[in-house]
């Protein structure tokens, strides 16, 4: 199939590639002349994991190309896919659909016989309606429909995803939109991933509820890990205790200094905006937004408390400085929000991240950049674990004491186990477990 997709961002790049390699002829499209000649030349824009491959064998197959001129990439097209922005609007926290509308505008203006519009973008209900009055507003001959289909895409996991997804959702108010749609994604339901077709609202709906309710996972048990902290408990043994039971399940249980990235912050805030606008408060989400906002301040009072109460003229290391391993996503990354209450309160800091600094030069300002691990440790006096990168998992704890003023090791991923650390001569804090618990491994049994 021809399919074009408007935005060459995170989403737009990574569905893109994956399209082409399902043997669709794709075309991605942005206004950013410098992204697109980067793009052109095989330069990617984003860190994701196994992308660029993907990019450079099918540009070399003729599947994928790349283009700012939209009107000759809309008017062959079957499926023109919109994958642009929908930031958090400034002041009100709204989602910003002005992208996402203007797309609208100019592809309408370049339709050329029956073509199915599909929102990939993450919106608030109501926005296809939007998206179809734009359209049809502006080209009332034009024969179209227009579909919602959102991703689930994780950052650093993103074209697995793509390609072997839980669920594959498509919501359409026009029948003519289904066939083209089983089309699309023909090679993955052939292999069973399941195709679930919903009215145009539900599909929208379902996107948000979808984060909304990992968000509330992910603040529900940070705040456990608080009550472990102070109860004498261990989060971690908690989090399992849950997990085990089928209707809870194990995944985002992992304690740690709040969520962040380019999706759960915004979405949360929209869908607690859209909540207000139908009279229908989402007061569960409300609370995690601000609970959440609250988490990643208070991890930089943690660090301070580690250090003694004071870190005036202190050096404090930070190792991870993006939202998540795998990917170079700085977008309300807790490291921000830790980092600026250590500055605040007089610290220097000096931090490494694989992946992550050139992006966090643009956020973060009076922050040293070291070149790996060790050297953000070299004459610090603490180091603080943010982000848990493969690289951090097992550091050299005796070369990073050696290499530390003093040895404080704060733990926010609950990488290490304390009795090992301790043993090595530092003074530990981690999340949710307490000084005077006896840590259990993997297989429930005491460490000795």
């Known amino acids: ?65 790349f283009t700012t001129d939209l009107a000759s990439a809309v008017s062959g097209a079957d499926v023109v896919f ?117 009215g145009r609202r539900t599909a929208e709906l379902i996107k948000y509820a979808a984060n909304g309710f990992l968000a509330m996972k992910i603040t529900f048990i940070n705040e456990m890990a608080d009550l472990c902290e102070k109860a004498g408990g261990d989060v971690q043994a908690v989090a399992r205790g849950i997990g085990l039971d089928n209707r809870i399940g194990s995944k985002f249980l992992n304690a740690g200094p709040g969520y962040g990235g380019s999706c759960f912050p915004k979405d949360t ?51 991870g400085l993006t939202f998540k391993p795998n990917t170079d996503d700085m977008r309300d990354a807790p490291s921000i929000a830790i980092i600026q209450a250590l500055r605040d309160a007089g610290a220097i800091v000096r931090a490494y991240d694989p992946e992550g600094m050139e992006a966090a030069k643009t956020v973060l300002e009076g922050v040293e950049y070291a070149k790996d691990a060790y050297d953000a440790a070299d004459g610090a006096d603490c180091l603080v674990l943010v982000t848990e990168w493969n690289q951090f998992r097992s550091l050299d704890l005796n070369r990073i004491k050696k290499a530390m003023t003093a040895p404080v090791l704060v733990d926010l991923r609950n990488v290490y186990r304390r009795h090992e650390v301790e043993a090595a001569g530092f003074v530990y804090s981690s999340i949710g477990r307490a000084q005077d618990v006896t840590e259990l491994d993997t297989h429930g049994v005491a460490a000795q």
């Open 1 to 65: 199939m021809r399919i074009t997709m408007i935005g060459a961002g995170y989403v737009g790049l990574v569905s893109g590639a994956c399209f082409s390699d399902f043997g669709h002829d794709v075309t991605c499209v942005d206004l950013d002349q410098k992204k697109i000649e980067r793009l052109e030349r095989g330069q990617i824009p984003i860190y994701e994991p196994g992308l660029e491959t993907l990019v450079t064998e099918n540009a070399k197959a003729g599947r994928l190309s």
């Open 269 to 319: 805030l929209a869908l607690v905006k859209t909540g207000q606008d139908f009279d229908a408060p989402l007061r569960l989400i409300e609370t995690t937004v601000a609970v959440n906002d609250q988490r990643k301040r208070a991890m930089g009072r943690k660090v301070i408390s580690a250090c003694g109460g004071d870190v005036r003229g202190k050096t404090i290391g930070i190792l």
């Open 82 to 198: 919109i994958a642009v922005g929908t930031p958090s609007r400034r002041g009100d926290g709204y989602a910003d659909l002005s992208y996402v509308h203007a797309a609208a505008a100019d592809i309408a203006k370049a339709l050329d016989g029956f073509t199915v519009i599909v929102t990939k973008s993450t919106v608030p209900v109501g926005t296809g309606d939007d998206v179809e009055r734009i359209i049809a507003q502006t080209r009332p001959d034009a024969d179209f429909v227009v579909v919602s289909n959102p991703e689930f895409l994780r950052e650093g996991a993103a074209i697995e995803d793509f390609k072997r997804p839980d669920r594959i959702v498509v919501g359409l108010e026009d029948q003519r939109a289904r066939p083209v749609m089983e089309e699309v994604y023909r090679p993955l339901y052939l292999n069973q991933s399941p195709l679930m077709f919903t």
